[in-house]
């Protein structure tokens, strides 16, 4: 992993499409700042599509649909799609997931087994497939004690910056926008397999749960919390910048566009 300091020629011009995780890769300390914002817009503006690929909820996915500028937004760590289609904002659910009755079920007891000694996410009603507990409301040992404790179910466990991300669904952030890459053809106008759309894009992102992304997209940026983290990284990005948040992300969209 290198400090980047500037793209090529020939990797500025490879990338059509951002796939930018969202908390703490475009938001610090969830807030959008403005000079993040007007990157999203100058992505616009410049023709390429932004993707959010996200941990946060359908509910949050729906409203950055509607508040930003972007083209989709794969949710859940991959489970959910929102895209718009003829001019509406509709979601999917990954073909990956083949039983969702039984997915949705295994979320709700596990809701309710837990719900009196952890803290969930804020967002936790707007979750269809996954259980958010809030990080900040442990302390190093509670987290532990949560993690151990969740290894023996028959689940998944993420560890974003905010939260930990308990994935009743066989997927991730990569084998989401891996699945749900037809609908993004159809929808967005993609003209080429999947593999030339890995190539024509960057990734960017902050945690643990961006690292299959790091994998699979060959061009990948990740902000400073990565370099603080990176021995606990499987996979690391190309390069770090050494800002966080907002600024990471215009910053690294300034360079993209110059």
Known sequence: MKELTGFSKEEKESVSFVISDFDDTVTTDGLIYPDALESLYKLRDSGKR??????????????????FPVDAVVAESGALLL?????EIKYHVSPLIKDRAEYEKKKNN???ETEKEYAFSSDQ???IFDVAYERKSMDG?????????LEKMDARILISSIHVNVLFSPVNKAKGLESFFPLLKKNLSVNMDFSHFASSSIA?????NDEELFSLIPLSVGNMRVKEKEKTFSFLPRYYVREYGSRAFARTISMLLD
């Open 50 to 67: 932004t993707i959010i690929v996200t941990g946060g909820s359908a509910g949050w996915a729906d409203s950055y649909m509607r508040l």
């Open 83 to 87: 895209v718009r289609e003829n001019g």
């Open 110 to 112: 596990l809701i309710k």
């Open 125 to 127: 009603y707007c979750r």
């Open 141 to 149: 040992d509670a987290e532990e004690r949560l993690v151990k404790r």
């Open 204 to 208: 960017l992102g902050d945690s643990r």
